[in-house]
Nanobody
Framework: QVHLVESGGGLVQAGGSLRLSCAAS????????KAWFRQAPGKEREFVAA????????YYADSVKGRFTISMDNVKNTVYLQMNSLKPEDTAQYYC????????????????????WGQGTQVTVSS
């Protein structure tokens, strides 16, 4: 069983930066697909970024491309989301997810494909 815990959220002004962390325990997730999703109040959960099980490929939503970077520290068993140039529309609860069975390009974007989820961390960007 994999347990994911996010941290690093908070309140930041537009244009600022935050780094989210997702620490995994129970099992190494180095060979899992890892992703970040977010959900704003009254909106559906949406894909933000993902990194392949090998770490060799990354995927981003168009809305965050060029501003956010997903990375993985296999020693710390932790996934990161570096968020720069934050906008008020980035305000949401951010969730990390992981799954050992995602290999197809299209599946990285789909939340229903991920088995393990964290409890979320709130990011609020003020204008």
């Amino acid at each position: 069983q994999v347990h994911l815990v996010e941290s690093g959220g908070g309140l930041v002004q537009a244009g600022g930066s935050l780094r989210l962390s997702c620490a995994a325990s129970g099992r190494t997730i180095s060979n899992y697909a890892k992703a970040w999703f977010r959900q704003a109040p009254g909106k559906e959960r949406e894909f933000v970024a993902a990194i392949s099980w090998s770490g060799g490929s990354t995927y981003y939503a168009d809305s965050v491309k060029g501003r956010f970077t997903i990375s993985m520290d296999n020693v710390k068993n932790t996934v990161y989301l570096q968020m720069n140039s934050l906008k008020p529309e980035d305000t949401a609860q951010y969730y990390c997810a992981a799954d050992p069975g995602i290999f197809r390009y299209i599946d990285y974007y789909q939340g229903t494909k991920y088995h393990y989820w964290g409890q979320g961390t709130q990011v609020t960007v003020s204008s």
